[in-house]
C-alpha cells in the first residue's frame, strides 16, 4: 500500500493512502474453485474463459518462454506443478498481453472476393492536418500505415513548372510534398503491420505525359509488390488471400484506353464495345441540370470532382498507366438507379460523399446492398469537413460500404470506433462482411437496416476494476489537491436500436478504483456493434478529464473474466492503464 501527499493551502499537506490492487471478489470465488488442482489454470483457461485448444497453447507457451508476469511455473504442464497463489492467478487475468480481451490473430475466411470485406480506409491520408491549410506529407502516410490502415489515398497534381507530379489537395492552400517521395515511404512500410494487399487510390488531375510518368514510377518503385491485372474486365474481384503483400491501384481509368481496346477488338475481328470499362465516363452531375428532378439524382458538388472531361485530360494518354488500375472508380452520372445496377460482367468501385450516400439510403437503401454485394462502394467525408473531422460510419457499414474513408488526422469519436472497428480479424485491415450483408433472397430481397429487428444477443459487461494511472500519469495530472474521483462510461456503438451509453458509480479519491457493476445490453444487429468504454475523472466545477478509452468489436469479445488496455484519444495505447472486465453472452 502506497501514500500520496498532496498540498493545499499553500501551506498544508494532505495525505491519501493508496492500496495496491487487489483481486475483485469474482476473481477470489474463482481462484478457490481450482484452488487445489494442479491442471485447474489451463481448465480455467479453456472452460471458464473460453479459449480455443490452440489459444490455450498459446497463451502457456508464452507464459514458459520467460514472459515476466511471475507466473510462468504456475502454468506447467507437470502433474507436479505447485498450486499458484490468488496473487499470482490474479495477475495472469489482470495482463492484456496474457488476457486480451479480443483475438490477435488473423481468423476469418481470407478468399472470399474483395468485395466481401470491409477495409481500413484512408482519406487524403498525406495530409498532416485541417484540409485547407496543412503541410501534405508522408509522414501521416507512415503513421495510417502503421496503424494498419489498408486503402492510402493520394491526390496526384502537375508541380508548378508541369514536369512532375505533386501530392496536395486541390484547390486549397495546403503545401505540397512530392508524390516520389510518398510512394518510397509507402513501399517501405505498406506490410508493417499486415500482410494483406495495400490498395492505393489516385485522384488523378494529371495531363497525359504525367500519367505517364506517374505509370513509370509505380512500375519502377513497387517492383513485384505492384499487382498488374489481367486486360480483361473483371467479373470478379480477387481475394485478398490471393494478393498477400501486393499493391494494387485504384482510379478512374482514362478514356483513351477504352478506344486502344476497341481499335484492338476491331482489328481481331470484333468491336463489341459493350465488353470494354466504361467507368472512366462516371462523372457528378450538376445541381443546376435540367434534367434533375431532385429526388433520384445525385446533386452535390464536392472537392473530389473528376476532370476527366478536360480535353487536355483525354489525349495520349498512354496505355501502361490504365494498365496498372486493379479496380476501376467512378463517380455517379444521372440517375442514381443506373449508378447503383450490377453489371454482371465486370466490377468496378463507385465513390458517394456521405451526405450523398445518406441520400441514397434513404431512397435506395436495397439497391446500395445490391451493388456492394459484388461491387466496390467508397464513401468519403464531404467537403465541409475542413477541420479533419469524421462522420458516423454506421450508415456506411451497414449498407455494406466496403472502403469507408476517414480522416486519420481527426482524432474524434467516429475515428475512435473506426480504429476499434478494425481492431477485428487481428487488426489486419479486414473485416468480413456478416452474412446478412452479402444474402439475397428468392424474391431479391435484402438486409434492411431501418427494419425492426428482434434481439439476437445480450451481452452482460461488468466493469470490475482499473489501475495504471498511477504509473503513467503525474500525481496532479488530474486534480492537484488530492487523488483521482474516477467513472467509467461503459455502451453500445451500433444501429439505432443496439445505440446506448450508461456508466458506473464515482469512485473519490482513488489511484486503483473499483466498481465491481454489471450491465446488460440488448443487440439487435451484434455483428456490427461496438463496445465503447471511457473512463473520465469527475470535476465538479469543471469539464471532466479523460482517463483512457477502448473500442472494441462486440462480436470479437472473448467470454470470461479479461484485461482491456485502454488508449489515448489519439487511439496510442498506453504502457499501465487497463481495466479489469467481464464478457458474458446470453
Known sequence: MGSYAYK???????????PDAQPPPDVRAAHLSFASDAHALRRFVAGVQGESPADVDRILAMLSGGHSHGIARLVTRSPAASTPTLEDFFAFLFSPDLNPPIAHQVHQDMSAPFSHYFVFTGHNSYLTGNQLNSDSSDVPIVKALQRGVRVIELDMWPNPSKDNVDILHGG??????????????IKEYAFCASNYPLVITLEDHLTSDLQAKVATMLTETFGDLLFVPNPDPMKEFPSPASLMKRIIISTKPPQEYKEFLKAENNRSGSGNIAELPDQGSLRRIDSNADESDGKDELDEQDEEDSDEDDPKFQQDTACEYRKLITIQAGKPKGHLRDALKVDPDKVRRLSLSETQLAKATISHGAEVIRFTQKNILRVYP???????????????????????????QGHDKALRLMQGFFRANGGCGYVKKPDFLLRTGPNGEVFDPKASLPVKKTLKVKVYMGDGWRMDFSKTHFDAFSPPDFYTRVGIAGVKADSVMKKTRVIEDQWVPMWDEEFTFLLTVPELALLRVEVQEYDMSEKHDFGGQTVLPVWELKQGIRAVPLHDRKGVRYKSVRLLMRFDFV
Open 8 to 18: 493545499y493551502c499553500m501551506c498544508f499537506t494532505r495525505k491519501f493512502r493508496s
Open 172 to 185: 486549397t492552400l495546403t503545401a505540397p510534398v512530392e508524390m516520389i517521395k510518398c510512394l518510397k515511404s
Open 382 to 408: 464531404k467537403g465541409t469537413r475542413v477541420n479533419s473531422s469524421n462522420y458516423d460510419p454506421m450508415n456506411a457499414w451497414t449498407h455494406g460500404a466496403q472502403m469507408v474513408a476517414f480522416n486519420m
